[in-house]
């Protein structure tokens, strides 16, 4: 069982800044996978950024140059630096972490979800 704690959410108005993060806890693999997806109203969930044990980041399109994740190993947390917000940021974001072993994913976890609204 991996656990996932996540801060970090709120108000800020068109082009401000936010700091999400998550901790993990539990039997974590040392190969795994960090990461934020977000789901706005009538949305589906859609991948904002994750980042790999080994160290590479993958980003969506949106939130390049704007947003950038980064992760502790040492605190197995993983954090998401918002910049130059806008309303379409607008949504409930999730910490999600997968652990791989053999090349197969062995787990798949999702935290509660935090919300971040963007609005003047």
């Known amino acids: 069982q991996v656990q996932l704690v996540e801060s970090g959410g709120g108000l800020v108005q068109p082009g401000g800044s936010l700091r999400l993060s998550c901790a993990a806890s539990g039997n974590i693999f040392r190969a795994n996978t960090m990461g934020w997806y977000r789901q706005a109203p009538g949305k589906q969930r859609e991948l904002v950024a994750t980042?790999?044990?080994?160290?590479?980041?993958d980003y969506a399109d949106s939130v390049k140059g704007r947003f950038t994740i980064s992760r502790d190993n040492a605190k197995n947390t993983v954090y998401l630096q918002m910049n130059s917000l806008r309303p379409e940021d607008t949504a409930v974001y999730y910490c999600?972490?997968?652990?791989?072993?053999?090349?197969?994913?062995?787990?798949?976890?999702w935290g509660q979800g935090t919300q971040v609204t963007v609005s003047s």
């Open positions: 980042t790999a044990s080994g160290g590479t980041t």
């Open positions: 999600h972490t997968a652990g791989w072993r053999g090349g197969l994913k062995k787990y798949d976890y």
